[in-house]
């Protein structure tokens, strides 16, 4: 046995965790996906309307031994490139003639006057998706979180914007670390015995202070049951969870 296996051995597994809200009935088939996907399930802590559910999954460990050989391969064929050049760099003794380049500045006649005077562009700004212009976004916070009709909103509208009016659901330190959470948000008014509809929302390793951008008056700390009004970037969506990037969130 060599010295890196007995470290290996030695040292402790790390996990990496996630917490992931699933509707009531709609448990088995979560734990099925998260578990084929290699995670292990922790604890299962059922609400009104969601089950918590905690997986973990040991972390990756780097590449040393692949990367040590890729590293050897450069250094070797750096110096085979550096013998190259030694070798056949005085073969060459012809001086390379100078090439006559045209200018890059621009002719300007001498009866027209140069335009110097730059030429404004208006910035474009794309408007987020709402509930008034956006028929589908509608539908999609209105109605059932059926999983095709929740891939093809998430697949279509990828990257662009959307507001709404929401409420934080969930709230649970990132991996472990104090300053960074994963909050789960839904659609309308924060509520412990009904469902307003709609996909559950995340927003995924996210700092309050630096990430939520938050407007308006703010306040000095967020949890679950406060209701905000939402600007996001759509992201992708991992049943049950549909991922979205913060752009501004203000308390309402």
């Not at 959470?181 to 929302?201: A, K």
């Not at 308006?216 to 549909?242: M, S, W």
């Given at each position: ?19 992931v809200?699933?509707v ?144 934080i ?30 996909p ?30 939402v ?22």
């Amino acid at each position: 046995m060599t010295d890196s296996d007995v470290r290996a051995e030695a040292e402790p597994i790390k996990y990496e965790t996630q917490s992931v809200k699933a509707v009531r009935g709609t448990e088995n088939r979560a734990i099925s996906k998260w578990e084929n996907d290699g995670w292990e399930l922790v604890t299962q802590t059922p609400g009104k309307l969601r089950t918590e559910l905690v997986f973990r999954r040991p972390q990756p460990k780097p590449p040393w031994k692949t990367l040590a050989i890729i590293g050897g391969v450069l250094v070797a064929l750096g110096i085979f490139i550096g013998i190259m050049v030694a070798v056949t760099g005085g073969d060459n003794d012809d001086a390379a003639e100078p090439v006559d380049t045209p200018s890059a500045e621009p002719i300007v006649p001498e009866d027209e006057p140069a335009n110097t005077e730059p030429i404004e562009t208006e910035p474009t700004k794309q408007a987020p998706l709402t509930m008034e212009n956006s028929p589908e976004l509608a539908a999609l916070l209105t109605g059932p979180a059926d999983i095709p009709t929740v891939e093809a909103f998430a697949e279509q509208y990828a990257g662009q914007l959307i507001e709404f009016d929401g409420s934080i659901g969930a709230m649970n330190n990132h991996e472990g670390y104090t300053t960074r959470y994963d909050i789960l948000i839904t659609y309308g008014d924060y509520s412990e015995t009904r469902s307003n509809g709609g996909p559950s929302f995340q927003f995924r390793d996210v700092n309050i202070t630096s990430d939520l951008n938050l407007t308006g008056d703010v306040p000095d700390t967020i949890g679950v049951g406060d209701n905000v009004h939402v600007i996001a970037r759509v992201g992708p969506f991992r049943d049950p969870l549909f991922q979205l990037e913060p752009v501004e969130t203000r308390l309402r």
